[in-house]
């Protein structure tokens, strides 16, 4: 059976599924003298069986309505529509990408076309296709069928490609946007004019990869009152982004990877988390940040400036995760406290030349020590070369910080745990300075993909580097030496060691 042939049988199975209709070559529910009868079900008033059917998941409701005439008739106003590969079934592996794609459409385009456009609450496309201008007619039809005054969330995904598709902004005007809560859009272009003021139930907006100027995305926010959650992932197109103080709700901000951002001025008074990351260059103006309790920055040198500055500026915070791709400088200790953070991540990452300055991970200590509230502290070091001084090279003088006792960190976490003097040094501290510890987990570098995960059909380890696994045995040999024998007994060690994979390597 041909290729076409094959994607034309299962273009029936699947659209018939969908679309509540039966099977090609047999007959529908209105045939006289089929031979197949559509179950009426018992007798519910009609709202009821609409009810039951939004209940369902859109496959399930779609198979439903192939056996039963109530059903058939909620599926043409169903409110949840989800399109993409997975929800429908399809494999692109299986009939090839460009059949898989064509099948893609034509389900879809069918669904929307018998569709009553009623009732629609939820719409998320997600194409798996390269964008093409065809795909344009298609995307402007179905939004525009179900873009009603009583849509809440609408999500677009158009597939790789230029961000050449033009959303349709006037399908949110003349009260079809009132009942939008979320709206999230993935390349494309996002224009909309001031007669776009309509969004006035929107709480989140999430734009990735998306083409809009700070100037078009400021107005869009001044008339967003109840928005609460704005996510921004590399739209390059901003430059200044200005959060206005009229969102007296927003709680939750996102930039990411905005290449050419350089300022971000946030006058919304009731931000309660921001996530960052970002060049250097960029300015941060984040206004009234007392309030702030959840922050993740990834930016070069976050570590020093966060032990620095953030106890003053944000001395509310409970959550911190920070990510420095170089760190020039050692973590000072300081007097200033983080009263109330409970839980601390560190991903530091070490990428230089051999010849650069190694960091000292004991002055990390200066965090455990100005955060008396702490229960969880997780440590992911990433280095190419082992810059430091091993503790086998310099055995003794371990250095101490004065004890401190902690009473609430309970669960400690290093990954790509080394022999490094320094590092070994804080594991040390950790242990000695906290009576509240009960699990102590040491990994050192394993592969990215491992051969216990799912996912990997080879059933081995990707390679790591000769010096990476001859490093992760000196890790091994430095925890049983010098950390395991000071664990108390009732604190769990797990020590995840290089996988036997590697062994061929060495």
């Not at 090279?393 to 910080?401: G, V």
Request: net charge positive; charged share 20%; glycine share 6%.
């Amino acid at each position: 059976m041909s290729l076409q042939r094959q994607a034309q049988d299962r273009d029936g199975m699947i659209a018939s599924r969908l679309k509540g209709e039966n099977p090609p070559g047999q007959p529908d529910d209105d045939s006289q003298g089929g031979e197949i009868e559509i179950y009426s079900g018992p007798s519910l008033p009609e709202d009821i069986w609409h009810l039951i059917h939004s209940l369902m998941p859109m496959r399930d409701a779609a198979r439903a309505a192939c056996v039963s005439r109530a059903f058939l008739c909620s599926w043409r106003r169903y409110p949840n529509l989800t399109f993409s590969d997975k929800k429908l079934g399809l494999n692109g592996n299986a009939c090839g990408k460009d059949e898989s794609d064509r099948v893609f459409y034509r389900i879809v385009d069918c669904i929307l076309k018998k569709h009553s456009g009623i009732g629609i609450k939820t719409l998320k496309i997600q194409m798996a296709s390269d964008y093409s201008s065809k795909d344009s007619s298609y995307l402007n039809s179905w939004l525009q069928t179900a873009v009603t005054p009583r849509i809440e969330e609408l999500t677009l995904i158009v597939g790789p490609g230029n961000t050449k598709y033009n959303f349709p902004c006037s399908l949110l005007s003349n009260g079809c946007g009132d009942s939008v809560r979320y709206l999230h859009l993935v390349r494309c272009s996002f224009r909309p004019t001031v007669t776009l003021s309509c969004l006035r139930g929107l709480t989140r907006l999430h734009l990735c990869l998306v083409r809009i100027t700070g100037d078009k995305l400021g107005c869009f926010l001044s008339h967003s009152f109840a928005l609460e959650q704005l996510e921004i992932r590399y739209c390059d197109e901003i430059i200044c982004l200005k959060v206005p103080r009229l969102l007296q709700r927003l709680r939750y901000l996102e930039v990411f990877g905005c290449s050419r951002l350089k300022l971000i001025d946030n006058e919304a008074p009731c931000l309660s988390s921001f996530l960052f990351e970002g060049d250097n260059t960029v300015q941060l103006s984040l206004g009234e940040t007392l309030q702030i309790k959840n922050l993740y920055m990834c930016r070069s040198g976050i570590i020093f400036f966060a032990r620095s500055k953030l106890p003053s500026s944000m001395p509310n915070l409970e959550n911190l995760t920070i990510h420095s791709h170089r760190e020039r400088a050692s973590t000072p200790v300081l007097r200033s406290k983080f009263l109330y953070l409970k839980h601390l991540i560190i991903h530091l990452s070490e990428t230089g030349t051999p010849s650069s300055p190694a960091y000292d991970y004991f002055s990390l200590a200066s965090f455990l020590g100005a955060a008396p509230s702490l229960e969880t502290f997780g440590l992911h070091v990433y280095q190419v070369y082992m810059q430091h001084i091993s503790i086998f090279a310099e055995p003794t003088d371990l250095r101490q910080m004065r004890k401190q006792q902690h009473h609430n960190l309970k669960s400690v976490r290093i990954t790509g745990f080394c022999s490094a003097k320094s590092l070994v040094e804080l594991t040390c501290h950790v242990i000695e300075s906290t009576t509240s510890l009960e699990c102590l987990t040491l990994e050192t570098r394993q592969s990215v993909l491992r051969c216990s995960d799912p996912a990997n059909k080879s059933g081995k380890c990707t390679p790591l580097p000769k010096d990476i696994v001859m490093e992760g045995h000196r890790a091994v040999l430095a925890i049983r030496t010098y950390i395991e024998p000071k664990v108390p007994s009732k604190v769990k060690l797990h020590v995840l060691e290089p996988c036997s994979c590697h062994n061929a390597e060495l």
